[in-house]
């Protein structure tokens, strides 16, 4: 059965189309808009700018569907972790991290994820689904109206659950909306997008309008060590993601991120970081180390923050560029890779996955 469409998951353009078909002119989908984003309705009835035979005949035709709070999480540093239900029932976390500079919403794109990186809490879940775009945006607005941030100005790093080029059109339906004029009217360089590499998507993501700041998740400066550490390394490997990644079209004096996970004993000898800095001659790039936020089930440990500087000193002094990113809500479970969210209801694909393991 084809329900009403949602107006949380139409972007401006077809918004105007759809009203069009119905005789409705087309800036009432721009007053939509800003009651949706500008403004945080969630019921139509509350957008009392549109006459009244407007409202009866959208909220015959349409729908307005917003993630709800089932829990809120707050950090003694300030951090905040919200675990957002979805229409489905079905379960997701988002992050607001205060100053850093600015403030910043840390939104998933997909409940679990299927790229299981070795260190990763959300990778243990595997995927149940993809996001919508009006749910990854929905996370944004949700936040934005909790946070009380509605009128200011924020960053988006889509670094929550889930890998985003796993769900291309939906996560670039979503930065469609969110950058709207009449929306949030966010600007792209506010907003970051973190891959773990799948090359094709990366190639698409290249010819995009909307282009955001790119993350890499690279993590070793081998096809070995890497091999081990994000399984689909053994599809896209370092020396193409590298080759891509110096195609890729960047603006004035901007640069990828590198994320590298770092795990002691396995990728922080001064060796990896050598290698690391010579892997990265010839790119635009800045490496932004990440300490392993340890969990129960995660078979690595975090180095000393001596091993730490002594890293980020190694890639300094070959001139990278380099930053330590500070853990954040770790005491609430909000950090880099502890996303998790237990008792998903399994894909088909996973609960054969889940037995075939049992059996094995
Ligand atoms: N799938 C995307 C988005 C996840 S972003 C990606 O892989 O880039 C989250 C970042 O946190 C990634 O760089 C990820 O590798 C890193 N991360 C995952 N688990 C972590 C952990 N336990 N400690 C520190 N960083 C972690």
């Known amino acids: 059965m084809l329900g009403r469409p949602d107006l949380a998951q139409i972007d401006r353009p077809s918004l105007e189309s759809a009203l069009d078909a119905r ?12 009651w949706i984003y500008k403004r945080g309705v969630t019921d139509i009835e509350q957008m009392t700018d549109l006459p009244r035979e407007l409202r009866a ?19 003694t540093d300030g951090t905040q972790k919200f675990l957002l239900r979805l229409a489905d029932g079905a379960t997701i976390e988002s992050v607001f991290i205060p100053d850093t500079p600015g403030n910043t ?18 990778g243990r879940m595997g995927l149940a689904r993809n996001l919508t775009a009006g749910e990854i945006a929905g996370q944004v607005r949700v936040l934005a109206g909790l946070l009380d941030l509605r009128d200011s100005t924020f960053n988006i790093v889509l670094m929550g659950m889930g890998e985003p080029l796993h769900n291309y059109d ?44 790119l993350a890499i998740s690279l993590h070793a400066p081998t096809d070995r060590q890497r091999g081990e550490l ?9 020396a193409d993601i590298i080759a891509t990644c110096k195609r890729f079209p960047l603006k004035k004096r901007s640069r990828i991120t590198f994320e590298y996970v770092l795990l ?6 001064p060796e990896d970081a050598r290698l690391l800095a010579k892997l990265l001659a010839g790119v635009k790039a800045k490496v932004n180390l990440i300490p392993l936020n340890a969990a129960a089930g995660i078979p690595f440990e ?4 001596e091993a730490v500087d002594r890293f ?11 930053s330590v990113r500070k853990s954040r809500g770790r005491d609430i479970r909000a950090a880099c890779g502890q996303l998790i969210v237990e008792g998903q209801r399994k894909s088909a694909g996973q609960q054969l996955a889940a037995l075939a393991f049992q059996n094995s």
């Open 302 to 305: 975090r180095p000393s923050d």
């Open 23 to 34: 005789g409705v002119p087309r800036f009432r989908a721009r007053q939509i808009f800003r």
């Open 230 to 238: 994000v399984p689909i390394n053994k599809k896209y490997g370092v």
């Open 57 to 75: 005949s959208l909220v015959a035709e349409f729908t307005l569907t917003t993630p709800t709070l089932a829990h809120r999480d707050i950090s």
């Open 264 to 269: 002691a004993g396995v990728n922080d000898r």
């Open 312 to 322: 980020a000193r190694t890639l300094a002094e070959r001139d990278v560029t380099v």
């Open 170 to 213: 939906e996560t670039m339906k979503a930065l469609r909306i969110l950058c709207d004029e009449h929306g949030f009217g966010m600007s792209p360089r506010r907003i970051t997008l973190s891959t773990v590499g799948l090359l094709p998507q990366l190639e698409r993501l290249a010819r995009e309008p909307i282009m955001p700041n």
């Open 105 to 122: 919403f840390c939104i998933s794109t997909q409940v679990g994820c299927a790229m299981a990186c070795a260190f990763c809490l959300t």
